[in-house]
């Protein structure tokens, strides 16, 4: 039985450096025993599954007989508890990337990362061909201060190669003690020779939510899912409508870059926007377990026009959101084609043994599509600069291993409401456009181009009358 929907659905690992964005839905499960799990396997057999029965238990001889030849013959001692770990390890990761198996600790440091406050880099990572590339660096993070990129690959820390290194194991050199130093070898897409990176680690506390005021358009910027995220917004919206003299004509929704988080709280952020209706929907292997989530909630804008912008790195929740927004129509989409992550893991946790992230369902946009593997495609498409990186960067269709997409009703036709100055906004920056900067807000192309698209929406809406 479900116990709580905790779905995440970004950032895995925490410790400042995450496997992710792969916590695709996290459904928070009370576990049993895996021994109680195969007696009831066993009790199904004997009921009508002699032959498939025979085949697990000569299977589990088998994984007996090498368990036993492993530890008696292996070059150096090991411990079972290390044989058993790598091998569940090596049983959840290699159906899909999302699924994983988790130590006490690693299950620990991510119940720390969803309350926002976590030691180590702050990098989104995940496995790709055995390598180790780079999602996206948080915001504020000594990862985003050292200027670490989307689509980075690791090569090494301190000194030493990861070539054949696991993900966990990756992740697990990258944290440390706060304050203590650390050195990434660095190959980036564009650039032709390898590069290190020196960062500090530190105690990471997520700024999930920052906002700005342009006139009386409002700017919040959503970093992450966790459990504060809908109460920052509102409180970053209330402050903007002061600000701005008691109320804002528009709002730019920034999820670039945003890996996921609590589904829970992806809900609720569509509830401060979306009145009524279907947010999103899962669909399980079983029919039982399949859920559908709805709007309940009042619009905190009282209808003003609302720009979202995506990218590659925006995954999970934050597709969520984006996707349920623009399958209500309630906002236009800019930017770049978002990650394609569109999968739902249940944590089981196992006490005194870590816990389990398992693939169990996946999840659908209010029209039925399912984004997995083909994102959340933007109504007016806009890079970030005039270099298309997209092919270099992490997606979820070019993972090992990616579960299909299936049951969806495909991409969402093109919107024939746009307004009109959607047509003259160029898809890329001119050849002078300056280097972006992260301080200097008229250096993001992006969200100028967005700024553009908001300022005619709410022309058309104040021509057109209340």
Same mark, same amino acid.
């Given at each position: 039985?479900?116990?709580?929907?905790?779905?995440?659905?970004?950032?895995?690992?925490?410790?400042?450096?995450?496997?992710?964005?792969?916590?695709?839905?996290?459904?928070?499960?009370?576990?049993?025993?895996?021994?109680?799990?195969?007696?009831?396997?066993?009790?199904?057999?004997?009921?009508?599954?002699?032959?498939?029965?025979?085949?697990?238990?000569?299977?589990?001889?088998?994984?007996?007989?090498?368990? %036993?030849?492993?530890?008696?013959?292996?070059?150096?001692?090991?411990?079972? !508890?290390?044989?058993?770990?790598?091998?569940?390890?090596?049983?959840?990761?290699?159906?899909?990337?999302?699924?994983?198996?988790?130590?006490?600790?690693?299950?620990?440091?991510?119940?720390?990362?969803? !309350?926002? %406050?976590?030691?180590?880099?702050?990098?989104?990572?995940?496995?790709?061909?055995?390598?180790?590339?780079?999602?996206?660096?948080?915001?504020?993070?000594?990862? +985003?201060?050292?200027?670490?990129?989307?689509?980075?690959?690791?090569?090494?820390?301190?000194?030493?190669?990861?070539?054949?290194?696991?993900?966990?194991?990756?992740? &697990?050199?990258?944290?440390?003690?706060?304050? #203590?130093?650390?050195?990434?070898?660095?190959?980036? *897409?564009?650039?032709?020779?390898?590069?290190?990176?020196?960062?500090?680690?530190?105690?990471?506390?997520?700024?999930?939510?920052?906002?700005?005021?342009?006139?009386?358009?409002?700017?919040? !910027? @959503?970093?992450?899912?966790?459990?504060?995220?809908?109460?920052?917004?509102?409180?970053?919206?209330?402050?903007?409508?002061?600000?701005?003299?008691?109320?804002?004509?528009?709002?730019?929704? &920034?999820?670039?870059?945003?890996?996921?988080?609590?589904?829970?709280?992806?809900?609720?952020?569509?509830?401060?926007?979306?009145?009524?209706?279907?947010?999103?929907?899962?669909?399980? !292997?079983?029919? $039982?377990?399949?859920?559908?989530?709805?709007?309940?909630?009042?619009?905190?804008?009282?209808?003003?026009?609302?720009?979202?912008?995506?990218?590659?790195?925006?995954? #999970? +929740?934050?597709?969520?959101?984006?996707?349920?927004?623009?399958?209500?129509?309630?906002?236009?989409?800019?930017?770049?084609?978002?990650?394609?992550?569109?999968?739902?893991?249940?944590?089981?946790?196992?006490?005194?043994?870590?816990? @389990?992230?398992?693939?169990?369902?996946?999840?659908?946009?209010? #029209?039925?599509?399912?984004? $997995?593997?083909?994102?959340?495609?933007?109504?007016?498409?806009?890079?970030? #600069?005039?270099?298309?990186?997209?092919?270099?960067? *992490?997606?979820?269709?070019?993972?090992?291993?990616?579960?299909?997409?299936?049951?969806?009703?495909?991409?969402?036709?093109?919107? +024939?409401?746009?307004?009109?100055?959607?047509?003259?906004?160029?898809?890329? *920056? *001119?050849?002078?456009?300056?280097?972006? &900067?992260?301080?200097?807000?008229?250096?993001?192309?992006?969200?100028?181009?967005?700024?553009?698209?908001?300022?005619?929406?709410?022309?058309?809406?104040?021509?057109?009358?209340?």
């Amino acid at each position: 039985m479900k116990l709580r929907t905790g779905l995440l659905l970004g950032a895995a690992f925490a410790a400042g450096v995450a496997a992710g964005p792969d916590i695709g839905g996290l459904v928070w499960h009370r576990g049993g025993s895996l021994t109680a799990a195969l007696m009831a396997s066993a009790r199904a057999d004997e009921a009508g599954q002699a032959n498939a029965h025979a085949e697990t238990y000569r299977l589990l001889t088998l994984f007996g007989d090498v368990f %036993e030849r492993v530890r008696a013959d292996y070059v150096e001692p090991v411990t079972d !508890r290390t044989l058993i770990d790598n091998a569940l390890d090596g049983m959840l990761s290699g159906l899909d990337p999302h699924s994983a198996y988790m130590t006490e600790k690693q299950y620990a440091d991510m119940q720390v990362q969803t !309350r926002g %406050e976590f030691g180590g880099l702050g990098l989104e990572v995940t496995g790709e061909s055995g390598l180790i590339k780079v999602i996206t660096p948080m915001d504020g993070t000594p990862a +985003a201060h050292a200027g670490m990129k989307p689509g980075d690959l690791i090569l090494s820390v301190n000194q030493k190669s990861t070539d054949g290194m696991s993900l966990n194991d990756a992740v &697990d050199k990258m944290r440390g003690p706060p304050g #203590s130093t650390i050195t990434l070898g660095i190959k980036r *897409p564009g650039v032709a020779k390898p590069f290190d990176v020196s960062l500090k680690r530190e105690i990471i506390h997520l700024e999930t939510i920052k906002s700005a005021l342009y006139g009386k358009v409002g700017y919040i !910027r @959503i970093a992450q899912f966790d459990e504060e995220t809908d109460s920052g917004l509102r409180a970053a919206y209330a402050k903007l409508s002061k600000q701005a003299g008691g109320s804002l004509s528009g709002l730019v929704l &920034d999820l670039r870059n945003d890996p996921g988080g609590l589904l829970e709280q992806a809900v609720d952020v569509c509830d401060d926007f979306i009145t009524s209706g279907e947010v999103v929907s899962t669909r399980s !292997r079983h029919p $039982q377990d399949s859920e559908r989530m709805n709007a309940h909630g009042a619009d905190i804008t009282d209808g003003a026009p609302i720009l979202v912008l995506i990218n590659q790195g925006t995954a #999970s +929740a934050s597709e969520i959101v984006s996707g349920a927004l623009q399958d209500h129509q309630r906002s236009v989409t800019l930017g770049q084609r978002s990650f394609g992550k569109g999968s739902v893991q249940t944590l089981i946790p196992f006490p005194g043994h870590g816990a @389990i992230r398992l693939t169990t369902a996946r999840y659908y946009t209010p #029209s039925g599509r399912s984004i $997995q593997g083909l994102g959340i495609t933007p109504d007016i498409k806009v890079q970030e #600069s005039r270099d298309d990186l997209a092919r270099f960067l *992490p997606r979820e269709s070019n993972l090992d291993h990616t579960i299909t997409n299936q049951g969806g009703t495909g991409v969402a036709p093109p919107r +024939a409401d746009l307004p009109a100055i959607a047509k003259t906004i160029p898809e890329k *920056p *001119p050849a002078n456009w300056p280097a972006f &900067d992260p301080t200097k807000p008229s250096t993001d192309f992006q969200l100028q181009q967005g700024l553009k698209v908001i300022h005619a929406m709410i022309a058309e809406r104040q021509h057109a009358g209340p």
